[in-house]
């Protein structure tokens, strides 16, 4: 069942949303399916009961901290437990601003069970939803593209950042932006091993605001300068993360708009790996609201991951 936590229901059209979804688990566990391109992902030294009520009380937990915020959300319970990751609703579809959800094609067989219908009905509730894009049956034909995971959308100027893994195809993402009639800016984005970031969000984020990226680890020179250029038109701020910020999680962040003003959200691990410059340089623009989301981060994934924005337009 689906409850919501409504604060600040009116949606402003802007790249940070005030409203966001999100799952809370009740048989979390780390999902071995995706642990082959998954280099965030660890093993816990907890009991499955432990992990399963540790990671319910911290979506709990950040769910709470956003209504306090005066950012709206919509909270719905996973009690079946099909899909170890369905914490990270991300992943299985977008929202835009001319009312249209992109239904998204999912890597892991275990993850196609997230997708939820009556999560879309609940939105449709409150939102204005008017057309319903399935590409899910892209996952038949070995195309794969798993939402603001994989792509990393400036919702303002219209162009969508994609990083290459197993996670997103370049074929898939080029339809879905012309679906969408966004810019389509890809590039490669490796580890220092060689090894492909498996999603785009966990390197880069753009806000109102605030922008982060760790460029470093985009190896062609030419993509890393449309990348960084491309930045340097939509945020204020830009700060630059190393690879070790990027493991712990610090480019996994979402800025959203509060009843305040713009609030970058991010875990307590990422707050701890940055300096204290890159905190300046945040806060000159931005509040930050932190959330200790540590066992869910064994999934590799943090918080960004479990905030679905929401950018349809509000129902009148």
Do not use: K
Request: with cysteine; proline share 4%.
């Amino acid at each position: 069942m689906g409850v919501q936590l409504l604060a600040a229901a009116n949606m402003a059209p802007m790249q940070s949303p005030s409203h966001v979804v999100m799952v809370r688990p009740h048989r979390f566990s780390v999902n071995q399916a995706t642990a082959g391109d998954n280099a965030f992902q660890r093993d816990l030294s907890l009991s499955g009961s432990q992990a399963a009520r540790r990671a319910y009380a911290e979506s709990t937990q950040l769910a709470d901290a956003l209504a306090q915020e005066g950012i709206g959300v919509t909270l719905v319970d996973d009690e079946l437990g099909l899909s170890p990751d369905s914490v990270f609703p991300n992943n299985w579809f977008t929202t835009h601003s001319d009312g249209r959800v992109v239904l998204c094609p999912m890597f892991a067989p275990n993850r196609r069970h997230e997708r939820r219908s009556d999560i879309l009905e609940l939105l449709g509730r409150q939102f204005e939803i008017r057309e319903v894009l399935d590409l899910s049956e892209e996952e038949n034909r070995g195309e794969f593209l798993e939402g603001t995971g994989s792509v990393v959308i400036d919702h303002r100027r219209g162009l969508a950042y994609g990083g290459r893994s197993h996670r997103l195809t370049p074929r898939l993402f080029q339809r879905y932006c012309a679906a969408l009639e966004l810019e389509p800016v890809l590039f490669d984005a490796v580890d220092s091993s060689g090894t492909p970031i498996y999603h785009t969000n966990v390197m880069m984020s753009v806000g109102e605001t605030v922008s982060v990226i760790a460029s470093g680890l985009i190896p062609d020179a030419a993509e890393r300068d449309r990348v960084l250029n491309q930045l340097r038109c939509a945020s204020e701020t830009i700060v630059e993360l190393t690879e070790a910020q990027v493991r712990l999680f610090s480019g996994n962040v979402l800025q959203l708009t509060g009843s305040a003003g713009p609030v970058l959200v991010m875990s307590t691990t990422a707050y701890r790996a940055l300096r204290s410059d890159q905190i300046e340089a945040i806060r000159r623009t931005s509040r930050i609201l932190t959330s200790d989301v540590s066992t869910i981060e064994s999934s590799g994934g943090s918080v960004r991951c479990m905030l679905a924005g929401v950018h349809l337009p509000g129902r009148q």
